[in-house]
Protein backbone atom coordinates (compact mmCIF):
# COMPACT_ATOMS: atom_id res chain seq x y z
CA UNK A 1 0.00 0.00 0.00
CA UNK A 2 1.88 3.34 -0.94
CA UNK A 3 1.66 6.06 1.61
CA UNK A 4 -1.18 9.00 2.38
CA UNK A 5 -0.51 12.44 3.00
CA UNK A 6 -2.54 12.70 5.29
CA UNK A 7 -4.49 16.33 6.86
CA UNK A 8 -6.02 15.46 10.26
CA UNK A 9 -8.34 18.75 10.72
CA UNK A 10 -9.39 19.45 14.53
CA UNK A 11 -12.37 22.05 15.24
CA UNK A 12 -12.85 21.06 19.01
CA UNK A 13 -12.52 23.60 21.74
CA UNK A 14 -12.06 20.73 24.56
CA UNK A 15 -7.96 20.85 23.48
CA UNK A 16 -6.70 17.09 24.26
CA UNK A 17 -9.78 15.87 26.68
CA UNK A 18 -11.49 16.86 23.19
CA UNK A 19 -13.68 13.57 22.40
CA UNK A 20 -14.02 14.15 18.15
CA UNK A 21 -9.97 14.62 18.30
CA UNK A 22 -9.32 11.47 20.01
CA UNK A 23 -11.80 9.66 17.70
CA UNK A 24 -9.97 11.17 14.82
CA UNK A 25 -6.39 10.21 16.11
CA UNK A 26 -7.62 6.81 16.33
CA UNK A 27 -8.98 7.19 12.80
CA UNK A 28 -5.13 8.44 11.76
CA UNK A 29 -3.96 5.50 14.22
CA UNK A 30 -5.53 2.61 11.58
CA UNK A 31 -4.85 4.70 8.31
CA UNK A 32 -0.94 4.35 9.32
CA UNK A 33 -2.07 0.86 10.11
CA UNK A 34 -3.16 0.46 6.57
CA UNK A 35 -0.70 2.75 4.95
CA UNK A 36 2.58 2.39 6.95
CA UNK A 37 4.71 5.61 6.12
CA UNK A 38 2.09 7.89 5.66
CA UNK A 39 2.45 11.32 6.69
CA UNK A 40 -0.14 13.67 8.81
CA UNK A 41 -0.24 16.86 9.13
CA UNK A 42 -2.15 19.19 11.83
CA UNK A 43 -5.05 22.10 11.12
CA UNK A 44 -5.75 23.38 14.13
CA UNK A 45 -8.62 25.85 13.54
CA UNK A 46 -9.40 26.65 17.12
CA UNK A 47 -5.83 27.12 18.07
CA UNK A 48 -5.26 29.03 15.07
CA UNK A 49 -8.32 31.51 15.87
CA UNK A 50 -9.20 30.99 12.28
CA UNK A 51 -10.20 34.30 10.91
CA UNK A 52 -14.02 34.66 9.48
CA UNK A 53 -13.88 35.82 6.11
CA UNK A 54 -13.85 39.98 5.68
CA UNK A 55 -15.53 41.66 3.06
CA UNK A 56 -11.69 42.83 1.70
CA UNK A 57 -11.14 38.70 1.27
CA UNK A 58 -14.76 37.61 -0.12
CA UNK A 59 -14.04 41.01 -2.55
CA UNK A 60 -10.49 39.94 -3.54
CA UNK A 61 -11.85 36.10 -3.83
CA UNK A 62 -14.33 37.27 -6.49
CA UNK A 63 -11.48 39.21 -8.14
CA UNK A 64 -9.87 37.88 -11.51
CA UNK A 65 -6.32 36.69 -10.60
CA UNK A 66 -4.99 39.18 -13.88
CA UNK A 67 -6.38 42.18 -12.19
CA UNK A 68 -5.73 41.73 -8.25
CA UNK A 69 -3.86 44.13 -6.28
CA UNK A 70 -0.81 43.05 -4.26
CA UNK A 71 -3.25 44.01 -0.97
CA UNK A 72 -6.03 41.34 -2.61
CA UNK A 73 -3.32 38.71 -3.23
CA UNK A 74 -1.89 39.32 0.58
CA UNK A 75 -5.99 39.14 1.86
CA UNK A 76 -6.16 35.60 -0.24
CA UNK A 77 -2.49 34.53 1.78
CA UNK A 78 -4.62 32.01 4.14
CA UNK A 79 -7.42 30.77 2.06
CA UNK A 80 -4.59 29.74 -0.99
CA UNK A 81 -2.19 28.23 2.24
CA UNK A 82 -5.69 26.04 3.04
CA UNK A 83 -6.12 25.35 -0.23
CA UNK A 84 -2.77 24.20 -1.16
CA UNK A 85 -2.96 22.36 2.06
CA UNK A 86 -6.00 20.51 0.96
CA UNK A 87 -4.88 19.80 -2.84
CA UNK A 88 -2.06 18.12 -1.39
CA UNK A 89 -3.55 15.93 0.93
CA UNK A 90 -4.72 11.86 0.16
CA UNK A 91 -6.96 11.46 3.30
CA UNK A 92 -8.42 14.17 5.09
CA UNK A 93 -9.83 13.80 8.87
CA UNK A 94 -11.94 15.82 10.32
CA UNK A 95 -12.42 16.71 13.49
CA UNK A 96 -16.43 18.07 14.03
CA UNK A 97 -17.60 18.39 17.37
CA UNK A 98 -21.50 18.87 17.45
CA UNK A 99 -22.25 22.27 18.77
CA UNK A 100 -25.50 23.78 18.89
CA UNK A 101 -26.90 21.41 16.58
CA UNK A 102 -24.62 22.25 13.86
CA UNK A 103 -20.47 22.33 13.23
CA UNK A 104 -18.43 24.41 14.98
CA UNK A 105 -18.02 27.88 13.64
CA UNK A 106 -13.85 27.56 12.87
CA UNK A 107 -14.71 24.85 10.79
CA UNK A 108 -17.20 26.38 9.00
CA UNK A 109 -14.88 29.34 8.55
CA UNK A 110 -12.39 26.85 7.21
CA UNK A 111 -14.58 25.80 4.69
CA UNK A 112 -15.57 29.64 3.54
CA UNK A 113 -12.28 30.16 2.98
CA UNK A 114 -11.49 26.81 0.56
CA UNK A 115 -14.79 27.49 -1.43
CA UNK A 116 -12.89 29.43 -4.32
CA UNK A 117 -14.85 29.65 -8.09
CA UNK A 118 -12.31 28.61 -10.60
CA UNK A 119 -9.85 27.02 -7.90
CA UNK A 120 -12.03 24.57 -5.66
CA UNK A 121 -15.14 24.68 -7.50
CA UNK A 122 -16.73 25.62 -11.24
CA UNK A 123 -19.56 25.70 -13.32
CA UNK A 124 -19.44 22.48 -16.28
CA UNK A 125 -20.75 23.61 -20.07
CA UNK A 126 -23.99 22.81 -18.54
CA UNK A 127 -24.11 25.21 -16.35
CA UNK A 128 -24.36 23.35 -13.44
CA UNK A 129 -21.62 23.84 -10.82
CA UNK A 130 -18.49 21.25 -10.89
CA UNK A 131 -16.73 20.36 -7.83
CA UNK A 132 -12.42 20.26 -8.75
CA UNK A 133 -11.47 18.52 -5.45
CA UNK A 134 -11.03 15.53 -6.62
CA UNK A 135 -9.45 11.85 -5.22
CA UNK A 136 -10.06 12.37 -1.62
CA UNK A 137 -10.56 10.19 0.68
CA UNK A 138 -12.71 12.54 4.08
CA UNK A 139 -13.13 10.63 7.15
CA UNK A 140 -15.25 12.98 9.70
CA UNK A 141 -15.07 12.23 13.38
CA UNK A 142 -17.98 13.60 15.31
CA UNK A 143 -19.00 13.95 18.34
CA UNK A 144 -22.02 15.27 20.22
CA UNK A 145 -23.96 15.16 23.72
CA UNK A 146 -26.59 13.43 22.35
CA UNK A 147 -27.73 10.69 20.07
CA UNK A 148 -27.98 11.45 16.45
CA UNK A 149 -28.52 8.22 14.71
CA UNK A 150 -32.22 6.70 15.70
CA UNK A 151 -34.94 8.01 13.84
CA UNK A 152 -35.68 11.00 16.07
CA UNK A 153 -32.13 12.10 16.60
CA UNK A 154 -31.45 11.73 12.72
CA UNK A 155 -33.86 14.76 12.02
CA UNK A 156 -31.82 17.03 14.08
CA UNK A 157 -28.44 16.20 12.82
CA UNK A 158 -27.20 18.74 10.87
CA UNK A 159 -23.41 18.16 11.32
CA UNK A 160 -23.10 14.94 9.09
CA UNK A 161 -26.01 15.75 6.08
CA UNK A 162 -24.09 19.42 5.80
CA UNK A 163 -20.72 17.98 5.62
CA UNK A 164 -21.48 15.23 2.70
CA UNK A 165 -23.34 17.54 1.33
CA UNK A 166 -20.70 20.95 1.05
CA UNK A 167 -18.27 18.67 0.63
CA UNK A 168 -19.50 16.94 -2.34
CA UNK A 169 -19.81 20.08 -3.43
CA UNK A 170 -16.26 20.86 -3.54
CA UNK A 171 -15.56 17.31 -5.52
CA UNK A 172 -14.87 15.36 -2.32
CA UNK A 173 -17.84 12.85 -2.63
CA UNK A 174 -16.40 9.98 -0.46
CA UNK A 175 -17.34 10.88 3.27
CA UNK A 176 -17.31 8.23 5.59
CA UNK A 177 -18.70 9.54 9.03
CA UNK A 178 -17.32 7.98 12.84
CA UNK A 179 -19.30 9.13 15.79
CA UNK A 180 -18.78 9.68 19.36
CA UNK A 181 -22.46 10.06 20.61
CA UNK A 182 -24.09 9.92 23.40
CA UNK A 183 -21.10 11.80 25.25
CA UNK A 184 -23.40 13.86 28.02
CA UNK A 185 -25.93 10.86 28.12
CA UNK A 186 -25.40 9.02 31.69
CA UNK A 187 -25.88 5.25 30.29
CA UNK A 188 -23.79 5.84 27.07
CA UNK A 189 -21.02 8.31 28.29
CA UNK A 190 -18.89 5.79 29.15
CA UNK A 191 -18.97 3.68 26.49
CA UNK A 192 -19.28 6.26 23.78
CA UNK A 193 -15.71 6.61 22.78
CA UNK A 194 -14.90 3.31 22.38
CA UNK A 195 -17.99 2.50 20.49
CA UNK A 196 -16.55 5.11 18.25
CA UNK A 197 -13.41 4.13 18.06
CA UNK A 198 -14.19 0.27 17.14
CA UNK A 199 -16.50 0.92 14.51
CA UNK A 200 -13.62 2.49 12.52
CA UNK A 201 -13.68 0.55 9.32
CA UNK A 202 -10.53 1.94 6.86
CA UNK A 203 -11.52 1.38 3.35
C1 LIG B 1 -21.39 25.23 23.19
C2 LIG B 1 -21.78 23.80 23.07
C3 LIG B 1 -22.91 23.45 22.39
C4 LIG B 1 -23.29 22.11 22.24
N1 LIG B 1 -24.40 21.78 21.53
C5 LIG B 1 -24.77 20.49 21.43
C6 LIG B 1 -25.94 20.14 20.71
O1 LIG B 1 -26.62 20.95 20.12
N2 LIG B 1 -26.25 18.83 20.64
C7 LIG B 1 -25.50 17.86 21.26
O2 LIG B 1 -25.83 16.68 21.16
N3 LIG B 1 -24.38 18.17 21.93
C8 LIG B 1 -24.01 19.46 22.04
N4 LIG B 1 -22.89 19.78 22.74
C9 LIG B 1 -22.08 18.71 23.32
C10 LIG B 1 -20.90 18.39 22.39
O3 LIG B 1 -21.35 17.89 21.16
C11 LIG B 1 -20.01 17.36 23.07
O4 LIG B 1 -19.49 17.90 24.27
C12 LIG B 1 -18.89 16.91 22.18
O5 LIG B 1 -18.10 15.98 22.85
C13 LIG B 1 -18.00 18.09 21.75
O6 LIG B 1 -16.93 17.59 20.97
P1 LIG B 1 -15.44 17.67 21.53
O7 LIG B 1 -15.40 16.81 22.79
O8 LIG B 1 -14.62 17.12 20.44
O9 LIG B 1 -15.16 19.11 21.81
C14 LIG B 1 -22.50 21.11 22.85
C15 LIG B 1 -21.33 21.46 23.54
C16 LIG B 1 -20.96 22.78 23.64
C17 LIG B 1 -19.70 23.14 24.37
New binding site residues.
Given amino acids: MSPKRILQINS???GD?????KLGNAIVTKIMEKYPNSTTEQLDLVEMHMPHLTPETLQAMFTPAEHQTDEARALLGLSDKLVKQLFESDILVI?A?????TIHTSLKTWIDHITRRGVTFGYGTDGLPMGLVSGKKVYVAM????V?TDAQGEANDFVAPYLRNFLGFLGMADVTVFR?EG??VPVLQDTALQNGINSIVID
Fill in positions: SMMQSYSKGPLINRSSGGYAVH
